[in-house]
């Protein structure tokens, strides 16, 4: 990787990009009429809270990596950009002053937005969505017992259900797809694609095949478990199923998640709020359409792993990586090598930033 890579370069312009549409949206509050000022707040900053998270996680080192308050993050830009001055050459935040900016955000959208999208709005921000992505940050943290909280408030809610079957969920037709949901980008044929289809599907489905499901992955199921064979093989390279279709919605955050979530801080804590930890891997298990475990063989690494076979390739392992202090192949979680460098068009534009390790 260098820093003049284009994937590094768009993936930076398009976040700040976004930031700034919020931003614009929220400076914009009063003119809107007292009843729909909630309702956008809440999904603006929704929306940016989760393009922080986003960023933080590859341009900086993960949560509890050395000191958060002395780790560079990214640049916080919270006030709307309409020409460029001095002021905008903002300097890297600290990791931790990223996360408290995100968690902020977060905690605002749940206490505004309502429980479920109105009508057919179902791409719409929620409370339920900020509240799992609250639960999944309080992980990456450590923080579990707010994490297992979080979790449990989502699942408690009763407005979202896990799909009958486990392709159900990646079906963008199937309402298995709508209900388990919790927070998506919607993609139709005029926005453009699913770019996980891009990377990750075979010609035959519009994509790329760039990236196959390695032998040492699959041999992590058990024989009884579905998921292990949920591919598509062609010109003898196995394909996940996941994103086949390429204009399916782009699932952010989903229930499932949640359950896992709840179980291994359950588990970590030595509680059962809402439930035991073997019933929630169970529950997700079961609906794959694979042989439930005793709770005499769950431990935390069997737990861990069952969070992985479920997640694959849904963004979430560098961040489990981080927070769990393993191993990329030979490299340690700490490794600069697994942050990305800060774009080189934002290094030479703007003097007050500082490259990342190695770069």
Known sequence: ??????????????????????NNVLSALDILDAADKSQVEGEARMIRGSIYLGLVNLFAKGWGDGDNNTNLGVPLVTTPTR?????????????????????????????????????????????????ALLARIYLIQGNFAAARDAAQKVIASGEHELADTYEDIFDDESAGHETESLFKVIVTDQDGVNSLNTYFAPPQFAGRGDIVVQAKHTALYTADDPRGKFTFTTSNRPYTRKFNNQFADVL???????????????????TAIGATPVSDINRIRTRAGAGTISQ??????????ERKLELMFEGQLLQDVRRLKKNVGTLPYSDPKLVLPIPQREMDTNKSLVQNTGY
């Open 83 to 131: 020409r460029v001055e001095a002021v905008d050459s903002r300097p890297r935040a600290t990791v931790a002053a990223v996360y408290t900016q995100i968690l902020e955000d977060l905690t605002k959208a749940e206490q505004l937005l309502p429980a479920t999208s109105a009508g057919d709005n179902t791409g719409f921000a929620t409370r339920n969505g900020a509240t």
């Open 296 to 305: 005499a063989d769950l431990t935390l690494e069997r737990l861990l792993l």
């Open 1 to 22: 990787m260098t820093a003049g890579n284009i994937q590094v370069r768009d993936t930076w312009r398009d976040a700040y990009v976004a930031i700034n549409r919020v």
């Open 252 to 270: 952010i955050i989903r229930l499932a998640e949640l359950y896992l979530i709840r179980a291994e801080t359950n588990f970590r804590l030595g």
